[in-house]
């Protein structure tokens, strides 16, 4: 049997019920079904390995997978991601950044190449059938997207069709002159489930009850979703004179005022393009009512970055926290046990709702 079943038709449609955000075994089965096998932002080429021989350990999606991970720059030039763990007898290879030739585990001296593959262990010259291919490192899918770093250690989806629908609305960006600004990136603690946010920031309908910043900065009545395959993009044009982005010619939103490209990479990743440059958050879950999220800034104009739909972003946060944990406690009560969608201002949520179900029914 399904555990959950979403209508696709969002006319009929109900969300996701309160079991799914109260269930400690739903919870669960998202690591698997869900975290696991979709993509995961690690960070970017130049703060973690910006030169050959640079490798960087990464804890991907900690607490809820963390998986040990290895991002390694070679002497050709090219990114990989491998395992972290030793194949004699399951060491961390790497506890810190560092720059090097090999990989040598610190605990019995086994030593691999920097493409994973073994090379040499002591004391094993009597062992038969040694070495087997498991006694390379494991490698895992990894994507560079202008210099920014995603990884799968299952994909069920190829993260090309993101990248895809990213670069024909964000490609025309300098994307290589971002930079990462850590006195703007913060992390932030929500006491509720990590989908309710997502939920919250997949929709537009709440912003001119809770943002009355934003509203003032962007046109609620044209605010528009568009949904892709394993993704949504959140489209926020300017109201009167605010910052919007100079589009070029052919682009598909060219002649209108844009102040903000808002994209969701499912299932908790977002990818929020203003006229300064880019805010990444990425909602990480800690238990089923507790959750952080992580705002990884990086500043392209700052003379824009305190106008537009792009300024007060730590005000726009904590106005969210403030409804989501409302609603962390709501779900709650045995009154309420599933809503309905609204067809013109919810379609965000309604497809990651469906998501969410197709991935838990596999």
Request: charged share 20%; net charge negative; aromatic share 14%.
């Amino acid at each position: 049997m399904s555990l959950f079943t979403i209508d696709s038709d969002i006319r009929k449609a109900t969300t996701l019920p309160t079991s799914f955000y109260t269930d400690p075994e739903v919870f669960a089965l998202l690591k698997e079904k869900v975290f696991a096998v979709t993509w995961q932002w690690v960070g970017d080429v130049q703060t973690l390995v910006p030169t050959s021989g640079c490798v960087a350990p990464v804890n991907i999606l900690d607490p809820m997978l963390s998986e040990p991970l290895l991002l390694v720059h070679n002497a050709q030039g090219e990114i990989g991601c491998l395992s972290n763990v030793c194949t004699h007898r399951g060491n961390l290879l790497q506890q810190h950044p560092s720059k090097t030739k090999q990989l040598v585990c610190a605990y019995h001296g086994r030593r691999f190449a920097l493409d994973g593959q073994f090379l040499s262990m002591p004391e094993f010259e009597e062992a038969e059938d040694f070495p087997r291919p498991c006694d390379d490192l494991q490698r895992y899918d990894l994507v560079n997207w202008a210099q920014q770093l995603f990884v799968s250690i299952a994909p069920a989806y190829d993260f090309s069709e993101v990248i895809e629908d990213l670069n024909k609305r964000v490609g025309f960006l300098p994307l290589d002159q971002f930079k990462f600004d850590a006195l703007r990136s913060r992390d932030y603690r929500v006491n509720a489930h990590w989908a309710l946010y997502c939920d919250n920031y997949l929709e537009g309908f709440h912003i001119p009850f809770v943002h009355q910043g934003l509203n003032a900065a962007i046109d609620f009545e044209t605010y528009t979703t568009v949904l892709y395959k394993h993704a949504s993009l959140q489209i926020g044009y300017a109201k009167g004179d605010t910052d919007s982005f100079d589009l070029p010619e052919g682009h598909p939103d060219y002649g209108k005022a844009v102040s903000a490209y808002y994209y969701w990479v499912f299932p908790n990743m977002m990818f929020n393009f203003y006229p300064w440059g880019l805010s990444i958050n990425v909602v990480r879950p800690l238990a089923i009512d507790k959750t952080k999220v992580s705002f990884i800034t990086y500043v392209w104009d700052e003379t824009k970055i305190a106008t537009g739909a792009g300024a007060e972003l730590d005000k726009v946060e904590r106005e969210d926290e403030f409804v989501v944990e409302a609603v962390q406690k709501g779900i709650q009560s045995r009154a309420y046990q599933t809503g309905r969608f609204s067809p013109t201002r919810e379609q965000g949520v309604h497809h990651f709702h469906r998501l969410l179900a197709e991935f838990l029914n596999r």
